[in-house]
């Protein structure tokens, strides 16, 4: 079956960078693309942007244009959040999300991972 | 940018009928999927493309696109249908971003 696996809880200073991972199974891997979607506590869905697992090609949010970067190893599988400069308004719980087909919606959600930014 | 917008809340009896609604510029233009998020879970998909239900989803759940607004409807409302919702679309107009409602909790009273 189709699972999504995220690595665990981190807690950051401001101006730190973080690092997510995202591992895929149970499907081929190349054949979907994987989004990132934020949850800020007690706030709505924000989304962060995609990474074709196929061939790297990326597309961002605007707003955190500069501070992110999505990476993919077909190897592992694993797809990768890096958000730089933190900040504490970037506290929140991070998803990873298979894209059924192109600019459609998700169908597998990964269980999400809490970070935390604080001094 | 593309803006939808839901209504913060909808409280609704066990067994009634609650409509979610999900206003966007020429919404009915584009393929709005819906979310359904309980307390300390992700996300997960209860109508996609308008009015697909996904497999294991119940049909009690629908939905329909015209206008400026898209609406989620849950028929015979149960407990356990009390979440937050969330719409989706594509905003294919500009750099091909997706967007999401500012979500409803629905509250089973």
């Known amino acids: 079956q189709v699972q999504l696996v995220q690595s665990g809880p981190e807690v950051k200073k401001p101006g730190a960078s973080v690092k997510v991972s995202c591992k895929a199974s149970g499907y081929t891997f190349s054949s979907y693309r994987i989004n990132w979607v934020r949850q800020a506590p007690g706030q709505g869905l924000e989304w962060m942007g995609w990474i074709d697992t196929y061939d790297g090609n990326t597309n961002y949010a605007q707003m955190l244009q500069g501070r992110v970067t999505m990476t993919t190893d077909k190897s592992s599988t694993r797809v990768f959040l890096e958000l730089r400069s933190l900040r504490s308004d970037d506290t929140a719980i991070y998803y990873c999300?298979?894209?059924?087909?192109?600019?459609?919606?998700?169908?597998?959600w990964g269980q999400g991972s809490l970070i935390t930014v604080s001094s | 940018s593309y803006v939808l917008t839901q209504p913060p809340s909808v409280s609704v009896a066990p067994g009634k009928t609650a409509r979610i609604t999900c206003g966007g510029n020429n919404i009915e233009s584009k393929s709005v999927h819906w979310y359904q998020q309980k307390p300390g879970q992700a996300p997960v998909v209860v109508i996609n493309d308008d009015n697909d239900r996904p497999s294991g989803i119940p049909e009690r759940f629908s939905g329909s696109n015209s206008g400026n607004t898209a609406t989620l409807t849950i028929s015979r409302v149960e407990a356990g249908d009390e979440a937050d919702y969330y719409c989706q679309v594509w905003d294919t107009s500009s750099d091909h971003l997706c967007v999401f409602g500012t979500g409803t909790k629905v509250t089973v009273l």
């Open positions: 999300a298979r894209e059924i087909r192109e600019e459609a919606y998700f169908d597998h």
